[in-house]
């Protein structure tokens, strides 16, 4: 095991010249590099992980138990894969603006970053508006949240990963409006990175959402 | 959600800010109740969570007597079977949530920045929501007792049982969300101390260096982190049930009850780590200091920590062996279990070899550090007899399970505890607790904790099913409940011992202030640097740490002999407390706000939707004066030798300075 040498010893770039001493300086050093807010927000979406996955789970041990009587499809029977596809589509894509929206805060382009992130919002926006409707349609077959197992694992899960979704719109919109008063500021863009890593996590949890609920029988 | 919005804080104050917006004023070195509500000091906070740890541990000790003097004698008469259900449930559950896991919290709050070399952990404010968030959980748990009664499904609540149908008050709500909210302040909690050891660790502080404690904790946040959620999901799944109708444990509609055991055991098997672990820390710490010896095999004690971390998501299913999961599952969670008792197995004698040959000394923590040892080991052995599966099917649900999980929560994780009260008392306080007394005290725990809990193996290999709320008096459990009913009261007076000690202690260091040393057990780890009671910056100069135990290489040495030296007086290799102008993270209001709404949203989902409103008001008013609340304070106190501090936001710039630093270094 090599001794670390003391990273406070060493200059950073972007340190004044005449920093006093060696114990600080305006480079606020981690011991691994990655600041504590984005180190902070990968361990809480390694959570996340495996709160997506108990509701998996129930919808997986659940997805054939629809109920009895003449009310007795499963959500593969109901699904009309193309409408979902397309949502899917829209909310992938906006993972690309989010990425859009990060640049241009670091290049330090405000307007650029209001638009892009209002783009993200939109796109989320409209995934949420396709799964109210996808909702809706099941209701109006007859199909609640209180009709099955089933159906209680298929609201359960779609249900929370749209409320995840809707919290992330959520913060888009505060970038928005803290964009707007002048508090994101280029130096520290890692915040709107930050914003970034839930988005693109939502959306992964998408992909496993749409492949389990959507496309595996 | 709440996590994210540390991120969004604005910058270190140094340019002009825009003026944080919010209601109240920042509170700045507020004193009395105010600057304790509004304190992101992870020594205070730590303080906190010991104090309200010890207060539910107090709720949870009477809820234990009721039960020892309704079984006392057989034909109870005390407690009717109803109030049975809720007695013990709400025991088991305050005890687990609202008392074992806060003390370990309280330890490792207090503690990890300091063994790191850190002024503060990586999210202060995060870390007094994380204190909040637990406090309101305990608080709505216990609030079933004036609301229509507790919770009486068992702590694991199984399903259909824990049904509208059978089980029609509001108690297992209560436990729900009661649980829901504790979950956010550990998962808070560990994503904070997680980082914290990650990225505050000292120059120098690398990975293996880190005392076995704060290893530990490390090992216990991850199991938290991963743990919790599941659990969550769990209890999500059962709020809908019986809020909103849901079908997911109606098993009329065909749904599976095992969905419950499998995912609450998922969280519940790591939960039995995540309370023993940093036990096992503590220890770790006061062995060899007493022992004035190194802790014998460092690496092995690190790893078998990971390695029961690792394991410990592989075992669940043994807690369900009697629920028809089949032969496979039950032969491959057999032999999972055994082969988790090897890195435990490590642990203890490591701890043996540590003090094999040193110069002991019986001090207090010392004797609760042996007495988790000893008891910790009983409890193991009976645990290593559970993962038999023929001989578990016995066994299941009688009281030889309440002994076996005693011995290793209270004979282990508890003995820790206290050990490590009198061991870093001084150290958080400024006195030492009475040792003379201290002893007296651990041969009183000790006699009344085995008076107890042993007979209960005897009583469960006799068949007394655990939960039963009274006996026959032909069944032949009359003499062994009577004993453990007397046992149980001990535990009880030494408890109230205890008190009596500080209480006493606290006056004695009135009387005669002696001026206590930074170092009064001649330690090893680095919060042995600093003053007793630790300055509330901590550090007044970051160490550079040059080994394992590197306070103790400081003051000591080999000869060539390989004898004992020392080097340097440890008032020469410590740190005065002196420094002025320390940069420390700046107080908010918001944590204690955001927590406060929490009990209303979930009174407001049991009784009345109107509840909520206000609860989330405060929920959202606080997280949006959160984020817009400069994380430190650019109006605050600080003088021209800004320490470096852990708030601070790091910037982009600064990031790839970092980076770039360790670019350099690499090259």
Redesign the interface.
């Known amino acids: 095991m090599t001794d670390i040498v003391d990273p406070h010893v060493v200059a950073a770039a972007g340190d004044p010249p005449d920093v006093p001493d060696a114990t600080h300086g305006l480079s606020h050093v981690t011991s691994t590099g990655i600041s504590n807010e984005k180190l902070g927000m990968w361990v809480f979406l390694g959570s996340e992980c495996l709160l997506f996955g108990g509701l998996i789970s129930t919808f997986l041990l659940y997805k054939n138990r629809a109920g009895y009587g003449d009310l007795n499809e499963t959500p593969h029977e109901l699904y009309d894969i193309l409408f979902t596809s397309i949502s899917s589509f829209v909310l992938l894509m906006s993972s690309l603006t989010m990425v859009l929206a990060v640049s241009a805060i670091q290049r330090g382009d405000h307007r650029a970053l209001r638009t892009w992130l209002a783009a993200t919002a939109l796109m989320g926006g409209i995934f949420i508006s396709g799964q109210v409707y996808e909702f809706k349609e099941f209701l109006n077959a007859g199909y609640g949240f209180t009709h099955s197992p089933a159906w209680s694992a298929f609201f359960g899960l779609t249900g929370f990963h749209g409320v995840h979704v809707t919290l992330g719109i959520i913060m888009l919109l505060s970038c928005i409006l803290l964009s707007l008063s002048g508090r994101i500021r280029q130096d520290n863009a890692e915040s709107v990175e930050i914003v970034g890593l839930y988005w693109h996590f939502v959306d992964v949890v998408w992909i496993i959402i749409f492949t389990v609920v959507y496309l595996i029988k | 959600?709440a996590?994210?919005d540390?991120?969004?804080a604005?910058?270190t104050g140094t340019e002009a800010p825009?003026r944080p917006m919010g209601v109240f004023a920042r509170p700045r070195n507020t004193p009395g109740w105010r600057g304790w509500v509004t304190t992101v000091d992870h020594k205070r906070i730590g303080i906190m969570y010991g104090a309200a740890a010890l207060f539910f541990f107090l709720i949870g000790g009477v809820e234990a007597l009721l039960i020892r003097a309704q079984l006392a004698a057989p034909e109870g008469k005390l407690l009717s079977a109803d109030l049975y259900n809720q007695v013990f449930t709400m025991h088991g559950t305050t005890m687990i949530f609202l008392a074992v896991m806060p003390i370990g919290a309280a330890f490792m709050n207090y503690l990890i920045p300091l063994q790191i070399g850190a002024r503060d952990v990586?999210?202060p404010r995060?870390n007094a929501l994380s204190f909040w968030s637990f406090l309101f959980g305990g608080v709505i748990l216990n609030s079933a007792w004036f609301l229509g009664g507790g919770a009486d499904g068992g702590w694991f609540n199984y399903a259909p049982n824990n049904g509208v149908i059978f089980s029609p008050s509001h108690g297992i709500d209560f436990w729900n969300l009661g649980l829901i909210f504790t979950g956010i302040s550990s998962?808070v909690g560990?994503?904070?101390l997680?980082?914290t050891v990650?990225?505050?660790?000292a120059?120098?502080?690398?990975l293996?260096r880190m005392p076995v404690f704060t290893w530990m904790s490390f090992v216990t946040q991850f199991l938290l982190?991963?743990?919790?959620?599941?659990l969550?999901?769990?209890q999500?799944?059962l709020l809908?049930?019986r809020l909103?109708?849901?079908?997911?444990f109606?098993v009329s509609?065909?749904?599976?009850p095992l969905?419950w055991e499998h995912?609450f055991w998922i969280f519940g098997h790591p939960e039995v780590y995540i309370m023993i672990l940093p036990a096992f820390g503590i220890v770790s710490e006061i062995i060899p200091v007493f022992a004035r010896k190194p802790i014998f095999g460092y690496p092995f004690m690190v790893f078998s920590g990971i390695a029961i971390g690792f394991m410990g998501w592989g075992v669940w299913a043994h807690h369900m062996f009697a629920s028809g999961i089949g032969p496979i599952s039950v032969a491959a969670f057999s032999v999972a279990t055994m082969f988790i008792a090897v890195p435990t197995g490590v642990k203890i004698l490591n701890w043996l070899a540590t003090m094999w040959g040193g110069k002991l000394k019986f001090t207090a923590p010392m004797l609760y550090s042996i007495g988790l040892v000893t008891m910790f080991t009983i409890g193991g052995l009976s645990g290593v007899t559970h993962a038999v599966s023929p001989a578990d099917t016995q066994q299941t649900d009688t009281y030889y399970i309440v002994a076996h999980f005693h011995y290793v929560l209270f004979g282990g994780a508890l003995f820790g505890f206290v050990g490590g009260w009198y061991f870093w008392w001084p150290k958080v306080f400024g006195f030492k607790l009475s040792d003379y007394h201290g002893r007296i005290n651990f041969w009183i725990l000790l006699v009344g904790f085995n008076l107890t809990f042993g007979p209960m193996h005897i009583l469960g290999l006799q068949g007394m099913p655990r939960r039963t709320y009274t006996y026959r008096t032909g069944y032949g459990f009359n003499f062994w409940n009577l004993v453990a009913t007397i046992g149980a009261f001990m535990i009880a007076a030494s408890f109230l011992y205890f008190f009596w000690i500080i209480w006493r202690s606290y006056r004695q260091s009135k009387v005669d202030a002696v001026a206590l040393s930074g170092d009064p057990w001649d330690s090893r780890s680095l919060e042995w640097m600093v003053p007793c009671p630790t300055p509330a910056h901590n550090f007044d100069?970051?160490p550079?740490v040059?080994a394992l135990d590197d306070f103790w290489h400081r003051k000591y040495d080999e000869d060539e002999n390989g004898r004992l030296v020392r080097i340097a007086a440890t008032e020469d290799v410590s740190q005065d407390g002196s420094a002025t102008d320390v940069h420390l993270p700046s107080p908010s209001y918001w944590p204690f706000v955001l927590a406060a709404g929490f009990p209303f949203v979930a009174w407001g989902l049991i009784f009345n939707m109107w509840l909520c409103v206000i609860g989330g008001i405060a929920i959202v008013s606080a997280l949006?004066g959160w984020?817009?609340e400069p994380s430190v304070d650019p109006e605050g106190e600080h003088g021209p030798?800004?320490?470096?501090?852990?708030t601070?936001?790091?910037?982009?710039?600064?990031?790839?300075?970092?980076?770039?630093?360790?670019a350099?270094?690499v090259d």
Not at chain 2, 652 to 660: I, K, L, T, V
């Open positions: 959600m996590s994210t540390g991120t969004l604005l910058g825009a990586a999210f995060l998962l560990a994503v904070n997680i980082t990650l990225n505050m660790r120059p120098g502080m690398t293996m982190l991963f743990a919790i959620p599941v969550t999901s769990a999500f799944l809908f049930d909103f109708g849901a079908r997911f109606d509609m065909g749904a599976d969905l995912l100069v970051t550079t040059h949006w984020v817009v030798h800004d320490d470096h501090h852990p601070a936001d790091d910037s982009p710039a600064e990031a790839e300075a970092g980076a770039s630093e360790e350099a270094l």
